[in-house]
C-alpha cells in the first residue's frame, strides 16, 4: 500500500473511483486508520465510497462504526446500494439491532 500510496498522491486529476479503490485497498489490508483519513479527505463520496468504508470496517468486526457510518451516510442524503444494505443488516445481526 505505501507503493500504491505514493502513486495516488501523484495523480493530478483523482476520480471517485481512485479514491475509493485506496479506501477499499487499506480496508483489506486492515488499515482502517488510513482507510478512514483518506475517506474524510475525499471532495465527494457516494454509496460505493460509504460502502467500501462500512466494508472495511466489517472485516474487523467493528459492527457500531458500521451503523454509524451509515447514519452518516443518511444525514448526507446518500441512497444506499445493495452492498450497503448487506453491511449494515450484518453489523445489526451481529449487534442484535434490528431496530
Request: aromatic share 4%; net charge positive; hydrophobic share 45%.
Given at each position: 500500500m505505501e507503493i500504491t500510496r505514493i502513486l495516488f498522491d501523484g495523480i493530478l486529476n483523482m476520480d471517485m473511483v481512485l479514491w475509493t479503490v485506496m479506501i477499499?485497498?487499506?480496508?483489506?489490508?486492515?488499515?482502517?486508520?488510513?482507510?478512514?483519513?483518506?475517506f474524510e479527505e475525499m471532495?465527494?463520496?457516494?454509496?460505493?465510497?460509504?460502502?467500501?468504508?462500512?466494508?472495511?470496517?466489517?472485516?474487523?468486526s467493528d459492527f457500531k462504526e458500521v451503523l454509524d457510518l451509515f447514519s452518516l451516510m443518511q444525514e448526507a442524503n446518500i441512497k444506499p446500494n445493495e452492498s450497503v444494505?448487506?453491511?449494515?443488516?450484518?453489523?445489526?445481526?451481529h449487534l442484535g439491532a434490528l431496530a
Open positions: 477499499d485497498g487499506y480496508g483489506k489490508s486492515g488499515d482502517l486508520k488510513s482507510a478512514r483519513a483518506l471532495p465527494e463520496r457516494n454509496a460505493i465510497s460509504w460502502s467500501a468504508m462500512m466494508a472495511a470496517n466489517s472485516r474487523v444494505l448487506v453491511s449494515v443488516l450484518t453489523a445489526c445481526a
